[in-house]
């Protein structure tokens, strides 16, 4: 049973600092590894996502994944007020496997 | 394209009443989710459908619990004997193909609230 955690639970930061969420997954057969943005009141959407070990970035957002160690994480440069919401992880072992979600961390950017 | 649509948005049932959760896929979308998201559990797998056939149920309360896809334009979730306990949103998601490589589209979700 794929056991996935995310850290810190929440984060408040300042407009324009950089912030970094990380998830750890136990099933080292996983291969694909995404990036959920909720806010609130809304569903979630998806953010980014990666399939091989290394770094991927997209405008202002970059993800590590480090499978051997069981990791990937989301860090997100310029943080603006519109990147408060929840952030959910999510991992699969296989292509036909439904998504294993995070709890989720939270994020505060204050003006 | 209007996105995943639920309904209704908002459900409250008394225990032991019966409830029935709508979704409408994405049009072209071969794939259909069900998850349920509380503060303490977060975001549970439930059920998904491939091109309408049952692929994974791992997720379902065996008992009470059971999903359908009858045609590509909708899926139903319906919760026999509500508990306090079901209280959640049911999210629906739908994808372009099979399985994780494929981005899933949420609707907003069902907040089922028994009293």
């Known amino acids: 049973q794929q056991n996935v955690q995310q850290s810190p639970e929440s984060l408040i930061v300042p407009e324009g600092a950089r912030t970094s969420l990380n998830c750890t997954f136990s099933d080292s057969a996983s291969q694909y590894f995404w990036w959920y943005r909720q806010h609130s009141g809304k569903a979630p959407k998806a953010l980014m996502s990666i399939f091989s070990n290394g770094e991927k970035e997209e405008g202002r957002f970059t993800i590590h994944l480090n499978k051997a160690s069981l990791h990937f994480s989301l860090h997100i440069r310029d943080s603006q007020p519109s990147d408060s919401a929840l952030y959910l992880c999510?991992?699969?072992?296989?292509?036909?496997?439904?998504?294993?979600f995070g709890l989720g961390t939270r994020v505060s950017v204050f003006p | 394209n209007a996105g995943v649509i639920q309904t209704p948005r908002h459900k409250v049932t008394g225990k032991g009443q019966e409830a029935t959760l709508w979704c409408e896929p994405i049009s072209g979308h071969s794939a259909v989710f069900w998850y349920r998201q509380t503060i303490v559990q977060g975001l549970e797998f439930l059920t998904y459908f491939r091109n309408q056939a049952p692929i994974d149920d791992s997720g379902m309360p065996k008992e009470r619990f059971s999903a359908q896809m009858p045609n590509q334009s909708h899926s139903t979730l319906k919760i026999q004997s509500t508990q306090p306990q079901d209280s959640a949103v049911y999210l629906c998601?739908?994808?372009?193909?099979?399985?994780?490589?494929?981005?899933?589209?949420f609707g907003s979700g069902t907040r089922l609230t028994v009293l």
């Open positions: 998601a739908s994808s372009l193909d099979l399985g994780s490589a494929e981005t899933l589209y």
């Open positions: 999510a991992v699969s072992i296989n292509y036909a496997q439904g998504l294993t």
